[in-house]
C-alpha cells in the first residue's frame, strides 16, 4: 500500500479525507496534528482516538508552539503586521510551520504522498502546496476536497453513509484555532452583510463591565516576557496565559475582509484577544521607545512582511532579510504597559520604559520647549518651506 501522511486536524474536513483516501483510494493512512497552540493535552488525546476510529494506521502530534513563535509570531509582533489594519494573520501564520512540518515528516517514513483538506475556494490550498512543492518537490499532494469540489453538506453526507459519528451541527463552522488566534468560517461569511452568531465563536462572554481587570504586559527587546507578576520561561506561554485572562471578555472579535490569493474576495471571522492586545501593547511600547524614521520604515516593511506570509510565500528569503530588519529595531523596545480589560474592548492605558523618549526633561508637546527657542522654529520654518515657496510663486498661476 502507498503510504500518505494526512495533515490532520479532527475537523469536518480532515475526517473526510481520512476516510476517503482509505476507503475509496485505499491508502495506508498516517495522521499529522501539528499543534500550533490551539489543543489541550485532553484535546489532542481525544484527536488520536477520533483518527484511529477512522481507520488511520498511524498518529502522531508534533508540538511546535515553540517553533512556531520563534520563527514566525514573533516577527508579527516585531512588525505590529495586522493584515488590512484589521487581521493578525491568526491561520495564514500557521498554516506554514504546519506545511513545514507535514513536509519534513512525509520525507522521514518516505512516504509515496502528502493530504490536505483544503478546498479549492481558499487560501490554505495555496499555502499548504506552495511549502510542498518547495520542501517535498517529488512527493504528490492529495487535495480530495478540492478535487471533488464538494460542499460541507456533501462532506457530512459522506460520513454520515461511512457511520462516521461526530458533531455535524458544530462541523456547519469551520474552525482554526492556535497560538496567534482563532478564525471562524461559516455562512455568515459567504455573505457582505451578515455577521457571526454568538455561539460562532469557541469563547463566550462571561464578564461584565463590572469585572473589569487591569493587566500588566512586560516587554524586553520587543518580546512579551511576562504578565503582571508572572515572567514565563518562554514567549508562547505569556501569549496563551494572555489569551486565558482575556477570552471571558470575548475581546478581539472582527471579520477579515480582503483579497484572497486565488483572485476572490474573502471574508473570515476570527477571535484572537491575545494576539491583538499584545500587537496594539508593543506598538505603543514603540512609538514612545524608537525614532520617527524606524517607525515609519517598520510600518512599510510590515506591509510587505505580512502579504508576502499572506501569499504562502514565507520561505522567500526576503522575509528573513525583513526579520534582521525587525530584530535590530527591537534593542530600545523594553518596558510595561498598562492595559485594562473589558467586555469586548481593552484599553491602552499607558507605559512606562527606561528608553522612554518622552522623558520630560526634554520638553512637554503643548507647555514648554527646553531644546530650541522660538527664532530657532523660525528659521527651521522658512528653510524647510523655502522650495514650496518658489514652487508656489513660479506657478502662482497655474494651480
Known amino acids: 500500500m502507498k503510504k500518505v501522511v494526512l495533515a490532520y486536524s479532527g475537523g469536518l474536513d480532515t475526517s473526510f479525507c481520512a476516510v476517503y ?29 477520533r483518527a484511529l476510529l477512522l481507520g488511520v494506521n498511524t498518529y502522531t502530534c508534533i508540538d511546535a508552539v515553540e517553533s512556531y513563535y520563534n520563527s514566525c509570531v514573533k516577527y508579527l509582533i516585531y512588525g505590529n503586521v495586522l493584515k488590512n489594519n484589521t487581521y ?49 518537490p517529488n512527493i504528490e499532494i492529495i487535495t480530495p476536497i478540492r478535487d471533488l469540489k464538494l460542499s460541507r453538506e456533501a462532506e457530512i453526507e459522506f460520513l454520515k453513509e461511512n ?17 496567534w488566534g482563532t478564525s471562524v468560517g461559516g455562512k455568515e461569511t459567504l455573505t457582505s452583510h451578515q ?32 504578565i503582571n507578576e508572572t515572567l514565563f520561561s518562554h514567549p508562547s506561554e505569556a501569549i496563551l496565559h494572555l489569551e486565558y485572562l482575556a477570552a471571558p471578555f470575548a475581546i478581539g472579535r472582527d471579520i477579515h475582509v480582503g483579497d484572497t490569493i486565488v483572485g476572490i474576495k474573502g471574508r473570515v471571522g476570527f477571535e484572537a484577544a491575545s494576539a491583538l492586545i499584545i500587537l496594539k501593547a508593543h506598538h505603543l511600547l514603540e512609538k514612545h521607545t524608537l525614532s520617527k524614521f524606524q517607525l515609519n520604515l517598520k510600518s512599510q516593511l510590515a506591509d510587505w512582511y ?11 528569503p526576503a522575509l528573513r532579510d525583513i526579520e534582521t530588519f525587525f530584530t535590530n529595531t527591537q534593542k530600545t523596545v ?20 527606561e528608553n522612554d523618549l518622552m522623558a520630560s526633561k526634554f520638553g512637554s508637546y503643548g507647555e514648554m520647549n527646553l531644546g530650541w527657542s522660538g527664532e530657532d522654529v523660525k528659521g527651521y520654518s522658512k528653510i524647510i518651506s523655502n522650495s514650496l515657496t518658489i514652487y508656489h510663486q513660479v506657478n502662482e498661476n497655474k494651480i
Open 21 to 49: 483516501l482509505s476507503k475509496k483510494l485505499g491508502y495506508e493512512i498516517h495522521a499529522v496534528t501539528v499543534n500550533t497552540g490551539g489543543f489541550s493535552a485532553e484535546e489532542i488525546k481525544d484527536i488520536e482516538k
Open 88 to 136: 493578525p494573520l491568526s491561520v495564514s501564520a500557521e498554516r506554514t510551520i504546519q506545511a513545514k512540518s507535514i513536509a519534513d515528516y512525509a520525507k522521514k517514513i518516505n512516504a509515496d504522498a502528502v493530504a490536505h483538506g483544503s478546498t479549492g475556494a481558499g487560501n490554505d490550498q495555496v499555502r499548504f502546496d506552495v511549502i510542498f512543492n518547495i520542501l517535498c
Open 163 to 179: 457511520q462516521v459519528e461526530m458533531n455535524f451541527e458544530k462541523a456547519m463552522y469551520s474552525i482554526n484555532k492556535g497560538l
Open 195 to 226: 455577521y457571526l452568531p454568538e455561539t460562532a465563536f469557541p469563547s463566550q462572554l462571561e464578564k461584565s463591565e463590572a469585572d473589569k481587570t487591569e493587566v500588566i504586559l512586560h516587554f524586553k527587546e520587543g518580546e512579551i516576557i511576562g
Open 306 to 316: 505580512g502579504s508576502w506570509l499572506h501569499e504562502g510565500l514565507f520561505l522567500d
Open 334 to 353: 523594553s518596558g510595561k504597559v498598562i492595559v485594562t480589560l473589558l467586555p469586548y474592548r481593552f484599553i491602552l492605558n499607558g507605559i512606562e520604559s
